[in-house]
C-alpha cells in the first residue's frame, strides 16, 4: 500500500517565523494529498488538501505544494501564531473507492511567543 | 447536522476480554476509516470501508481485530482477547464518496488494557 513519510517529528518555531513540513509518498498513482491538524485532546481537521492537477494552493497564512515528479509535498505556515501549536499529519490516497487515505506519522509544531 | 459519533468515549477492559467500539458516520457518507492512534503517535490506519465492504483492510494488526458495517452506515470494530499492546485511542473517520474527500473524525473510543 502507500507508504508516506512526514519529517519533521517535532518543529519549533518562534511566533511570526515561517513553518514548512515535508511528505514524500511512494505510489505514483496518488492524486489528493490532504493535511490535517490536531489540537492537544481533539480529533483531527482538515486544513487544506491538493489534488495532483495543480502545483500549489493558498489559503491565507497556509500553503501547500506538489511536485508529483519528485513524490513529494510541503506544508508552509507563514507568521505564525501560538495557536498554530499543534500536531500536522499529512496524507496521500489515490482518490478512488478502493483506496484507504494513508498518513504520514505527524509533526508536533510548537509556535512560542 | 450531526457530526461522526463514537461509542463508548472510554473504555477500560481487563486482558482477555472482548470488546466492541462503535462509530456512528455522518448520514450520507459512503466512505468510512478505522484508526489507532497510541499516546502521541501517529494515525496507524485499520481498516477502509466503501459501503457495506472492505476493499482495504490491511491494517489490521492481527486476527484478533475485525470490522463489520451494516446498512451503509454504523460500523462496529472488535477486538477478541485484548492485549494491554492493544491500549490507544481509536478514531473512525467518514467522507461523502472515497478518499478523495475530506474525512471527518469522530472524537475516539479511549481505550485501556488492564
Known amino acids: 500500500g502507500e507508504n508516506v513519510e512526514q519529517h519533521p517529528s517535532t518543529l519549533s518555531v518562534q511566533e511570526g517565523d515561517s513553518a514548512v513540513i515535508k511528505c514524500t509518498y511512494s505510489?505514483?498513482?496518488?492524486?489528493?494529498f490532504p493535511w490535517y491538524k490536531q489540537e492537544l485532546g481533539k480529533r483531527p481537521q482538515l486544513i487544506i488538501d491538493?489534488?495532483?492537477?495543480?502545483g500549489e494552493k493558498k489559503d491565507q497564512r497556509i500553503a501547500v505544494t506538489l511536485n508529483k515528479t519528485a513524490k513529494h509535498f510541503s506544508l508552509h505556515i507563514t507568521e505564525t501564531q501560538p495557536e498554530d501549536s499543534a500536531v500536522y499529519f499529512c496524507?496521500?490516497?489515490?482518490?478512488?473507492?478502493?483506496?484507504?487515505?494513508?498518513f504520514g506519522k505527524g509533526t508536533s509544531l510548537l509556535v512560542t511567543p | 447536522g450531526a457530526g461522526v459519533s463514537q461509542s463508548p468515549s472510554n473504555k477500560v477492559t481487563e486482558k482477555g476480554k472482548d470488546v466492541e467500539l462503535r462509530c456512528d458516520p455522518i448520514?450520507?457518507?459512503?466512505?468510512l476509516y478505522w484508526y489507532r492512534q497510541s499516546l502521541g503517535q501517529g494515525l496507524e490506519f485499520l481498516i477502509y470501508?466503501?459501503?457495506?465492504?472492505?476493499?482495504?483492510k490491511s491494517g489490521l494488526p492481527s486476527d484478533r481485530f475485525s470490522a463489520e458495517r451494516t446498512g451503509g452506515s454504523v460500523s462496529t470494530l472488535t477486538i477478541q482477547r485484548t492485549q494491554q499492546e492493544d491500549s490507544a485511542v481509536y478514531l473512525c473517520?467518514?467522507?461523502?464518496?472515497?478518499?478523495?474527500?475530506?474525512?471527518?473524525f469522530g472524537q475516539g473510543t479511549r481505550l485501556t488494557v488492564v
Open positions: 496524507a496521500a490516497s489515490k482518490g478512488n473507492s478502493g483506496y484507504a487515505l494513508n
Open positions: 470501508f466503501q459501503g457495506n465492504s472492505a476493499p482495504d
Open positions: 448520514s450520507g457518507h459512503t466512505a
Open positions: 473517520a467518514s467522507s461523502y464518496t472515497g478518499a478523495n474527500t475530506e474525512a471527518f
Open positions: 491538493i489534488r495532483s492537477n495543480v
Open positions: 505510489d505514483s498513482a496518488s492524486n489528493y
